[in-house]
């Protein structure tokens, strides 16, 4: 962890596919990436043994420390519905989270389910004449609004041909 106190700076950060190590070092290895690297923006962290649930416990607080986080790779790594549910409050309120990939895992329904409920209760920013922070029954206002404008648009034109 020593070498990580003098990477304070790093941006993106690629371990995918370093078979070597194991989960007890993966544990150690996210622990540390939690206190130390909380500037980070990327994460590749594919193809590693990271499929136990104090790995993935250490993985949210990590997101939950990072508020720069953009980008997170945990292709192939064994996950589970259990384990990936342990993502989901911090993944829902990263606001800089722009890809999460969870390709070639375990995860079923369960996983996705907790997390579009959990996104859905999230305000969201739409960009228009600026940012507005809308909350879910703004948010369905506005959509409904912008149905019934573009409707009642295309009523008039065909009136008027």
Do not use: W
């Not at 990580?4 to 290895?29: F, Y």
């Not at 309120?93 to 079923?108: A, H, Q, T």
């Amino acid at each position: 962890m020593t070498t990580l106190k003098n990477l304070k700076q790093l941006k993106k950060l690629n371990m995918s596919s370093n078979t070597s190590l194991s989960s007890e070092s993966m544990l150690m290895i996210i622990q540390g990436l939690t206190n130390l690297l909380t500037d980070l923006q990327e994460i590749d962290l594919s193809k590693l043994q990271i499929n136990s649930v104090p790995c993935f416990r250490s993985l949210s607080a990590m997101i939950g420390q990072n508020k720069n986080l953009r980008s997170l790779g945990l292709m192939r790594v064994g996950a589970t519905d259990d384990h990936a549910s342990l993502l989901v409050d911090k993944l829902s309120k990263s606001l800089n989270i722009e890809m999460v990939r969870l390709d070639y895992n375990n995860l079923g329904g369960s996983f996705m389910e907790k997390y579009c409920s959990k996104l859905a209760q999230v305000p969201f920013t739409v960009a228009s004449s600026g940012q507005v922070d809308l909350n879910r029954n703004q948010s369905a206002s506005l959509l409904a609004t912008e149905s019934d404008e573009h409707a009642t648009q295309g009523a008039l034109s065909r009136r008027s041909s």
